[in-house]
């Protein structure tokens, strides 16, 4: 069964307007699945808006962008996350549990920010490097002042001797 130019266009535009509503919830922290469950049915599939990004630059550009803006906003709730109080209600173990559990949530929230834009949110290497030992370059210059003084009258003296056939340049055939 072959498919209709016509309705292949139609599929194309259905998923670049399904697009256009799942960009802003990505930006606000939404993942890509749960953002396509807050669609109307019928909703499209990751793997056909995926293939759409594909094919689609500008569409990728603007992806990318919302992937960006998502690592923002889960490190914003980060914030909401670390400053939450206990609830009152909860004591003993079902306190710890709590803890435990706002302990798992902010860092997951860490590691997914740190992936979607590692630049701003991820870990970053310091490397630090000391030398001690000091290099002093005053017998090296004395040396080449020295050498300098004592030069040859003969430069040729020093690198051998240069046969007499190269020092002539060859005359030119007469004719």
């Known amino acids: 069964m072959t498919a209709i130019p016509?309705?292949?266009?139609?599929?194309?535009?259905?998923?670049?307007a399904a697009w256009d509503a799942l960009l802003p919830e990505i930006g606000g922290g939404a993942s890509l699945p749960a953002a396509i469950r807050k669609l109307p049915t019928p909703r499209p599939t990751v793997w056909a808006l995926r293939r759409l990004l594909q094919t689609d630059p500008e569409l990728d550009a603007a992806?990318?962008?919302?992937?960006?803006?998502?690592a923002d906003?889960?490190?914003?709730?980060?914030?909401a996350v670390a400053s939450e109080e206990i609830p009152p209600e909860l004591r003993g173990a079902d306190a710890s549990a709590w803890v435990q559990r706002q302990r798992l949530r902010f860092d997951a929230l860490r590691w997914t920010a740190s992936k979607l834009r590692?630049?701003?949110?991820?870990?970053?290497?310091?490397?630090a490097v000391e030398v001690e030992h000091r290099i002093s370059i005053t017998a090296a210059l004395q040396a080449?002042?020295?050498r300098l003084l004592t030069v040859d009258a003969d430069p040729c003296a020093r690198i051998g001797a240069i046969p007499e056939a190269a020092e002539q340049?060859?005359?030119?055939?007469?004719?």
């Open 118 to 127: 590692p630049r701003a949110w991820g870990d970053s290497v310091a490397v």
């Open 6 to 16: 016509g309705k292949r266009q139609q599929r194309r535009e259905d998923l670049r």
């Open 63 to 70: 992806y990318r962008e919302a992937c960006e803006l998502r």
């Open 144 to 146: 080449a002042e020295q």
């Open 169 to 175: 340049p060859e005359s030119p055939p007469e004719g």
């Open 73 to 79: 906003a889960l490190a914003d709730e980060l914030v």
